[in-house]
């Protein structure tokens, strides 16, 4: 008898309580440890305040400030419609 032969073939469960995680979430779950590599990601939500293009950050309405360099990925309509005007993909 193999190690899992007694649930192997059980269904899998759907929790009545909790929705599932989406998928990008389940598949960062697997992404490399950044701690590991010497860097790290900070996911932020929230709204800009201002486009400082002189010292090359977001200032955000919290007061945080995010400096071009570190930004991965942006999304809203008003960066959507910048990329769509500037034929940035």
Do not use: W
Request: one cysteine or more; hydrophobic letters at 35%; aromatic letters at 6%.
């Amino acid at each position: 008898m193999g190690k899992y032969d007694d649930i192997i073939n059980l269904p899998h469960h759907v929790s009545k309580k909790h929705s599932q995680m989406p998928i990008a979430d389940r598949a960062a779950q697997f992404a490399p440890d950044a701690r590991k590599q010497g860097g790290h990601y900070n996911k932020t939500t929230g709204c800009v305040k201002k486009i400082d293009v002189i010292n090359e950050k977001l200032m955000m309405i919290d007061g945080n400030e995010i400096a071009f360099k570190h930004i991965k990925e942006i999304q809203g309509d008003f960066f959507l419609s910048i990329m769509e005007s500037e034929n940035i993909t």
